[in-house]
């Protein structure tokens, strides 16, 4: 089991929270997602081995930028 975390920019509300969320539990092996617009945070756990830049791309997605904390 891994746990990635995330600093996203961008989100300022619950809606923008649930956009990443969806993006994000595509990405294969992500089993937990925890996002929150307040602290700008992503926490992803899952499988060993996401793949960082498919969740990048999850965000990116959503209409938010992100980078590996």
Known sequence: MAVNEYKVTGMTCGHCEMSVREEVAAVPGV???????????LVITGADG????????AVTEAGYSAVRA
């Open 50 to 57: 996401i793949d960082d830049e498919k969740v990048l791309a």
């Open 31 to 41: 089993e937990d997602i925890q996002v929150s617009a307040q602290t700008g945070k």
